[in-house]
């Protein structure tokens, strides 16, 4: 299974792209995340990438497209994979694409959920995330048994830099502007299927099941 998860921030891509990991057996590949341990690490791309971040803009293109084309090369991604937030502008599709046909392999399909707006901020606000295992929860629709601890491990829940409203209303126009004309694209390549993100996460995980099973 090779997907590509698309959708603005909030959609849900990692909360569908961990179920999708655990079910099938194959990594997420997101490169918020990455970055994210990055900026954690303080390593040069680290630090070079956390003001593009900070400021609700995207990362240059070839730092992005270097992260996933190592990535891909790695032995999990044999099985398949899914991509979490990258391709997020026309360049990194067309350098996925290349990527991938130098090794020989094939999107199955580009998931495109579709939330509206005022949904993702409210969304975006409430977002908690486990320092210590990574575990995402929501205050209002996912919220962990203890406020503020992790379900898991009993980590401390913390709130990502970039979740300030000002910020996400940025990153809601960078993807508007920079990211949202991959629909049309991959619509173009008869890649896009377009579920209803608005629902509740187990049953948006069943439609993207159930449209895969189609296939
Ligand atoms: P990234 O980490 O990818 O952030 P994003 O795209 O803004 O998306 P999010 O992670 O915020 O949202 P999500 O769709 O994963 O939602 P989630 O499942 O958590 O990127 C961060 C930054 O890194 C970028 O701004 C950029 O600077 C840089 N970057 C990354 N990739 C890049 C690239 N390719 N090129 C250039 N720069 C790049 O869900 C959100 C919340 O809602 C959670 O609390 C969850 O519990 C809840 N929730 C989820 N689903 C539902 C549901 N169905 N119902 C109710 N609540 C739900
Ligand atoms: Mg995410
Ligand atoms: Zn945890």
Redesign the pocket.
Known sequence: MKLI?L???????????KMLMERFAIPQI????I??AAVANRTEMGIR?KE??DA??????Q??IGI?RDRLQEADCERGFIL??????VP?ADALRRELSLLGRELDAVVS?EVDVDVLVE??T????CGGCGR???VR??PPRVSGVCDACGGALVQ?D??REETIRQ?LQ??AAQTAPLVDYYRGQKLLREVD?????N??QGQILGLLAVK
């Open positions: 998860l959708g603005p921030p909030g959609a849900g891509k990692g909360t569908q792209a997101s490169t918020g995340d970055l994210r990438a593009y971040m609700g803009a995207l990362v240059p293109d730092v992005v996933v979490d937030g990258f391709p997020r502008t990194q959920l969304r975006l409430g977002r908690r995330t995402g929860f929501h629709f996912d990502r970039d979740d990153r960078v993807y993100g608005m629902a509740a996460m049953e948006v």
